[in-house]
């Protein structure tokens, strides 16, 4: 069906003939950003700014993991995360201090589901296609919040540009240095006054996840079952210092962390 076409073992073709070619538009993805600065819960302008600064490496990443022995396996063991993710049920049946209690607690926690991404995601109106770049692009997507829970950094603005900038070394892209750092800046400018290491902050979280190993090509079904510490001492994910550093020091100033983008004065309005 697909002929001279690479293709998985079950004939899923690498990329679908009917796929058209990303191209880059660093306009729209800066007007992506402006759009997200009025409302930050916009996750479909996210999936937006990532279309409109597509990646020279994400091909070669996707090949090099669906048509190995490795990305057949995970194809066939989980072909669709939510599924496993949002089953908390059996997942609290794991042993406490694991990687999936601390999923549950978070998810719970902050009102969140796999199924929920699921939908902003699709609120962009991208297209779909059966191949094994649908398969990748969607792991990526479906494991950003087990990206919090394994870096420890929480849903507030800092943290979400540092789980931006973490993924940046694990899946490098223009997308998320955009989103990472511009996003960091942005919170400096709120917080002029504030004597929070910010940059300290993302700059750290960068490095972590270069140091980290692809957590898109793990078994998330095994992950999800080992201590939590374990995990993060195997993938080298070192407490986020400066990050609760930030934190520490906002309360000290009277500044919530989870409440920076309120910024007073109007100021918010004027630097979007």
């Not at 402006?34 to 990443?61: C, G, H, W």
């Not at 109106?125 to 950094?153: A, E, I, K, N």
Request: proline residues 8%; contains cysteine.
């Amino acid at each position: 069906m697909f002929a001279g076409i690479d293709s998985a073992m079950d004939g899923t073709p690498l990329r679908h003939p009917d796929r058209p070619t990303p191209r880059y538009r660093p306009i729209a993805a800066l007007k992506g950003f402006r759009e997200l600065l009025k409302d930050k819960e916009n996750t479909a302008v996210v999936f937006q700014i990532y279309d409109a600064l597509p990646s020279s490496s994400f091909m070669p990443r996707v090949r090099a993991l669906t048509l190995s022995p490795l990305g057949e396996a995970l194809r066939k063991s989980e072909p669709f995360l939510p599924e496993l993710l949002d089953d908390h049920e059996a997942l609290r049946r794991l042993p406490k201090g694991s990687v999936a209690h601390a999923y549950c607690d978070f998810m719970e926690r902050e009102g969140l589901s796999a199924a929920g991404l699921v939908e902003e995601s699709e609120k962009s109106g991208r297209p779909t296609y059966p191949d094994l770049v649908q398969w990748f692009g969607f792991r990526q997507r479906d494991t950003h919040d087990l990206m919090h829970v394994l870096s420890g950094y929480g849903r507030d603005a800092l943290g979400e540009q540092c789980v931006l900038l973490f993924t940046h070394g694990q899946s490098p892209s223009q997308g998320h240095l955009l989103l990472g750092y511009a996003g960091s800046l942005h919170i400096k400018k709120l917080r002029r006054d504030s004597a929070a290491p910010v940059m300290k902050a993302t700059r750290q979280a960068h490095r972590t996840g270069k140091a980290c190993p692809p957590i898109v090509s793990m078994s998330i079904r095994e992950l999800l079952a080992k201590d939590l510490q374990q995990v993060r001492d195997e993938l080298n994910i070192p407490e986020p210092h400066w990050y609760r550093e930030c934190h520490r020091i906002w309360r000290a100033e009277g500044i919530d962390p989870y409440d920076l983008l309120a910024a007073p004065d109007g100021q918010q309005q004027a630097l979007a």
